[in-house]
């Protein structure tokens, strides 16, 4: 099966940064999408930040310009380098792998997986 696995969470302070690593293993082919998704106390889950296939990139607006999504093709990893932290980016963060292709090399098989989640935390 296919499952993400993320790490990195972890208790900061204002201003400080963080990275957040997303590892997806099992029999993977390729993954179209990789992206963080973040969901505070009493919110809903929302989008952080996503990269496609071929290196494009979205960001939330509360993120951009601190935050950088990039992912390792080989390795099937993805990364959110997080600056300039701010209280209200203590969440819970998700990563998500869309239209996942796995399986055999003819195969034609297609998931999207979310991981279980890693805690930030940002003191004031």
């Known amino acids: 099966q296919v499952q993400l696995v993320e790490s990195g969470g972890a208790l900061v302070q204002a201003g400080e940064s963080l990275r957040l690593s997303c590892a997806a293993s099992?029999?993977?082919?390729?993954?179209?999408?990789l992206g963080w998704y973040r969901q505070a106390p009493g919110k809903q889950r929302e989008l952080v930040a996503t990269?496609?296939?071929?290196?494009?990139?979205n960001y939330a607006d509360p993120v951009k310009g601190r935050f950088t999504i990039s992912r390792d093709y080989d390795k099937h990893t993805v990364y959110l380098q997080m600056n300039s932290l701010r209280p209200e980016d203590t969440a819970v963060y998700y990563c998500?792998?869309?239209?996942?292709?796995?399986?055999?090399?003819?195969?034609?098989?297609?998931?999207?997986?979310w991981g279980q989640g890693t805690l930030v935390t940002v003191s004031s």
């Open positions: 998500n792998a869309k239209r996942v292709r796995y399986g055999s090399s003819w195969s034609a098989n297609f998931l999207d997986a």
């Open positions: 099992g029999p993977i082919l390729t993954i179209d999408t």
């Open positions: 990269i496609g296939s071929r290196g494009s990139t």
